[in-house]
């Protein structure tokens, strides 16, 4: 069963890419926030394979056979699975330091014409397993797209420490992809953003787009050129979406967004990248991706519990995940800061491609029977199990929605300690990595694995022991509340 992917209070998916003059890094910066309606996480390191000639790849929610690849790359999968299967939101960073992450986009005006889409859920894991590099990503969704077409409108993120490619998708075989410049940054919500299209760039420098691109928009009568076989006045976003595809979550998180990039005014909507007003590092994205709706303020003059997460923030009740990578030079080192569920509740724990295993707990089942049931989970899943990590950080969450401002300041100072302490270590463990590799590769992955078992070990207890704090205070505060009135 697939749910209403119209249905605009699940499209808050956001993605910002960094191009790596515009980071301080001196490396592409990739940030994501996913969003979807009551869904479980686990991590998986997955790792790499070597498969038989004559294997061929089927996924449960398309009619693609693809034939197998030789050797697919290892990767480590954010995997997010939701009752009647969640086919559009998984992320990957893989061995060679490639990440890939995706937002939906709004129904285009291809969703009306007969369906040929033979992908969904298996384009995202396909880019991570057979991909070096975020162009050779590029090239393998397009390739995908020529061969077995694709059954949502949807942009693709495809990164690595020196280029930030966006792909976006429309039902069939169309797409439009773009590089996102050294000194640009880049922001989308749910939303089609690639304007125009270089046609000249034969060489694919900074752009890709489907041979009948144009062709299919004239013989449905979306685009007729100014000029006949002209076509510098071709917008995709507005040919292939048009009108009616502006919702307010998509509004409202622009704004908020492009406003904090800026340090001023909002953009326009349907902005694309500019070039970036100053250097970005990952302390300068981490306030993007926990920004709440900027209705909350008023809000609270009413209603002091007010959460912060409902309406359209980017930061919100939908979010599952957020993270920020910082691509290394050395890909085994490439950090993935992220969260479980939303940012503002959780600390940027760091964890790194080149683990050799996900810690127990964070994941409950094996790697093939999770690829197996991805798309058709057990109900046992979404029942609270206290040996699940992902479970401490939902109970935490939720406890918070209970009165968010009255934990709020508790909550937000002990995320400060962690990352602060992570900001330091962390450039140590870089440095000891390096070092140990240089004389022993296995041990060096073997440390590296330890150290992201220690902190994932770290904030899940932490979480738990975050929420029996709030509870055991609101306790004390109640109790002492009524003493007072006798």
């Given at each position: 069963m697939e749910r209403n992917r119209n249905f605009e209070s699940w499209d808050n998916c956001s993605t910002i890419i960094v191009g790596k003059n515009a980071s301080k890094t001196g490396r592409v910066i990739l940030a994501h926030g996913e969003d979807d309606m009551n869904c479980v996480i686990q991590v998986h390191k997955v790792p790499r394979m070597e498969h038989k000639e004559g294997e061929v790849l089927t996924f449960d929610d398309g009619t693609a056979v693809v034939p197998q690849v030789p050797v697919t790359w290892g990767y480590l999968w954010s995997e997010l699975r939701c009752p009647g299967g969640e086919p559009f939101a998984d992320g990957f960073v893989n061995e060679?330091?490639?990440?890939?992450?995706?937002?939906?986009?709004?129904?285009?005006?291809?969703s009306t014409q007969p369906y040929t889409g033979g992908l969904g859920y298996g384009m995202r894991r396909l880019i991570a397993e057979r991909c070096k590099t975020a162009r050779e990503g590029v090239e393998v969704a397009a390739q995908l797209m020529k061969e077995f077409g694709y059954r949502s409108t949807r942009a693709y993120h495809i990164c690595d420490k020196d280029e930030g490619w966006v792909i976006q998708l429309t039902v069939g075989n169309n797409y439009v992809a773009r590089r996102i410049g050294d000194d640009e940054i880049y922001y989308i919500p749910n939303w089609l953003t690639l304007h125009e299209v270089d046609f000249t760039d034969t060489e694919h420098k900074n752009y890709y787009w489907s041979e009948d691109l144009v062709g299919y928009a004239i013989r449905?009568?979306?685009?007729?050129?100014a000029v006949e076989g002209d076509y510098s006045d071709f917008d995709y976003a507005a040919v292939y979406q048009g009108e009616g595809s502006d919702v307010k979550s998509n509004w409202d998180r622009s704004d908020i967004a492009w406003s904090m990039i800026t340090g001023g005014d909002p953009l326009p909507h349907r902005t694309t990248a500019i070039k970036a007003p100053r250097k970005f590092g990952v302390e300068?994205?981490?306030?993007?991706?926990?920004?709440?709706?900027?209705?909350?303020?008023?809000?609270?003059?009413?209603?002091?519990?007010?959460?912060?997460?409902?309406?359209?923030g980017i930061c919100r009740d939908t979010t599952i995940e957020s993270m920020i990578v910082e691509f290394q030079d050395d890909a085994d080192l490439t950090t993935i800061w992220r969260t479980t569920l939303r940012p503002c509740v959780s600390p940027y724990q760091p964890w790194f491609p080149a683990i050799t295993a996900a810690p127990k707990g964070w994941y409950w089942q094996d790697i093939q029977s999770t690829q197996f049931t991805h798309l058709k989970p057990d109900m046992d899943d979404f029942r609270y199990h206290g040996d699940r990590a992902y479970w401490a950080f939902h109970m935490l969450n939720m406890t918070m929605e209970m009165n968010y401002g009255y934990a709020e300041?508790?909550?937000?100072?002990?995320v400060a300690k962690m990352e602060a302490e992570w900001a330091v270590t962390v450039p140590?463990?870089?440095?000891?990595?390096?070092?140990?590799?240089?004389?022993?590769?296995e041990y060096a992955k073997a440390f590296l694995t330890d150290f992201v078992h220690a902190?994932?070990?770290?904030?899940?207890?932490?979480?738990?022991?975050?929420?029996?704090?709030?509870?055991?205070?609101k306790d004390r505060d109640s109790k002492a509340a009524w003493r007072a009135t006798l």
């Open positions: 060679w330091g490639v990440a890939v992450v995706s937002d939906s986009c709004v129904s285009t005006k291809e449905n009568g979306w685009y007729t050129p300068d994205l981490k306030p993007i991706l926990r920004a709440h709706c900027p209705e909350h303020e008023d809000m609270l003059k009413e209603d002091p519990a007010a959460t912060p997460h409902c309406y359209y300041d508790m909550v937000h100072e002990e140590a463990v870089r440095e000891a990595y390096a070092k140990l590799k240089e004389t022993n590769p902190q994932a070990a770290k904030t899940w207890d932490w979480a738990q022991q975050m929420t029996l704090k709030i509870v055991d205070k």
